[in-house]
């Protein structure tokens, strides 16, 4: 069995945190969630299982908790990235031209947030805490939601507006990418965050939570840009302060840890693991 998601269960509980109490109650007992959890606990319980794979740490752990599964029969393989698509940009213009079609300043530092369902990736808390960020900073929202009217107008509430962009789903993120200086998703719940990834292999530094899997393979030197509590307004604009002042160079070694996480080197662990239990 390979999880990607952790165990549902799991998911639900933590649903709370964007779903509120009635929400989270509501969507654990329909039928859909009813059904997901009785066929994970089968799956996961049955005596003929012979491995686990997690796509991080953060679900391996959570699926023996759950599921009460040894742990010599679970293994963590992180998931790749493809490096030809993301890669950090070679040509200004790209920039240029994406910053005028979303009406952002050449001058203006820019944060990138990609993602759909955005209350669970926190982009609540990155809107709250946009006012708090000096140096008149964009935040482009890539994505769609069914809430996204709802965001728009507390951005505005908050007199921080015109400085939060909505761009709606792009065909090609990677020239989001090319136009930012850096990436933010504080998410509530993120089994592992292909688009952290994706964001580095671009030479973005990558602001993420404690409870996003990939923050397991951030760099040291990153670690500074990791929300522990992403509900805390002020911990995530604080955090925002040191990946604005991040170094220039970071954009080498955020690549140089994408680079380690080839679609190859997945294949050859993969492999590995069944070639054992063969």
């Given at each position: 069995?390979?999880?990607?998601?952790?165990?549902?269960?799991?998911?639900?509980?933590?649903?709370?945190?964007?779903?509120?109490?009635?929400?989270?109650?509501?969507?654990?007992?329909?039928?859909?969630?009813?059904?997901?959890?009785?066929?994970?606990?089968?799956?996961f319980r049955n005596?003929?299982?012979?491995?686990?794979?997690?796509?991080?740490?953060?679900?391996?752990?959570?699926?023996?908790?759950?599921?009460?599964?040894?742990?010599?029969?679970?293994?963590?393989?992180?998931?790749?990235?493809?490096?030809?698509?993301?890669?950090?940009?070679?040509?200004?213009?790209?920039?240029?031209?994406?910053?005028?079609?979303?009406?952002?300043?050449?001058?203006?530092?820019?944060?990138?947030?990609?993602?759909?369902?955005?209350?669970?990736?926190?982009l609540g808390f990155?809107?709250?805490?946009?006012?708090?960020?000096?140096?008149?900073?964009?935040?482009?929202?890539?994505?769609?939601?069914?809430?996204?009217?709802?965001?728009?107008?507390?951005?505005?509430?908050?007199?921080?507006g015109g400085r939060?962009?909505?761009?709606?789903?792009?065909?090609?993120?990677?020239?989001?990418?090319?136009?930012?200086?850096?990436?933010?998703?504080?998410?509530?719940?993120?089994?592992?965050?292909?688009?952290?990834?994706?964001?580095?292999?671009?030479?973005?530094?990558?602001?993420?939570?404690?409870?996003?899997?990939?923050?397991?393979?951030?760099?040291?030197?990153?670690?500074?840009?990791?929300?522990?509590?992403?509900?805390?307004?002020?911990?995530?604009?604080?955090?925002?302060?040191?990946?604005?002042?991040?170094?220039?160079?970071?954009?080498?070694?955020?690549?140089?840890?994408?680079?380690?996480?080839?679609?190859?080197?997945?294949?050859?662990?993969?492999?590995?693991?069944?070639?054992?239990?063969?």
């Amino acid at each position: 069995m390979r999880s990607g998601g952790g165990a549902h269960a799991s998911y639900l509980r933590a649903a709370r945190k964007w779903r509120g109490p009635l929400g989270a109650t509501a969507m654990r007992l329909s039928p859909y969630h009813q059904v997901q959890m009785l066929v994970e606990r089968q799956a996961f319980r049955n005596p003929a299982l012979k491995r686990v794979i997690a796509v991080s740490n953060f679900v391996r752990d959570d699926l023996i908790r759950e599921f009460n599964l040894a742990p010599e029969k679970t293994m963590t393989i992180y998931n790749g990235v493809d490096l030809d698509r993301f890669q950090p940009a070679t040509d200004s213009s790209q920039r240029e031209v994406v910053r005028q079609k979303f009406v952002v300043p050449a001058s203006a530092r820019v944060v990138a947030f990609v993602g759909n369902g955005f209350a669970r990736k926190g982009l609540g808390f990155l809107i709250e805490a946009w006012p708090l960020v000096a140096g008149g900073a964009f935040l482009l929202v890539v994505g769609s939601d069914r809430q996204t009217e709802k965001f728009a107008r507390r951005a505005h509430a908050l007199n921080v507006g015109g400085r939060v962009v909505f761009t709606g789903p792009q065909p090609k993120v990677e020239e989001i990418f090319h136009a930012s200086d850096a990436f933010a998703m504080p998410s509530l719940f993120e089994p592992f965050g292909n688009v952290v990834m994706e964001a580095m292999a671009s030479g973005l530094p990558a602001l993420t939570s404690a409870f996003s899997g990939v923050a397991e393979v951030i760099p040291p030197s990153m670690r500074g840009f990791r929300v522990d509590n992403p509900d805390d307004v002020g911990e995530v604009a604080l955090r925002l302060g040191a990946l604005f002042d991040a170094p220039k160079s970071l954009a080498n070694e955020a690549r140089a840890t994408a680079e380690k996480f080839t679609w190859a080197r997945y294949a050859k662990e993969l492999n590995a693991l069944l070639e054992s239990i063969g």
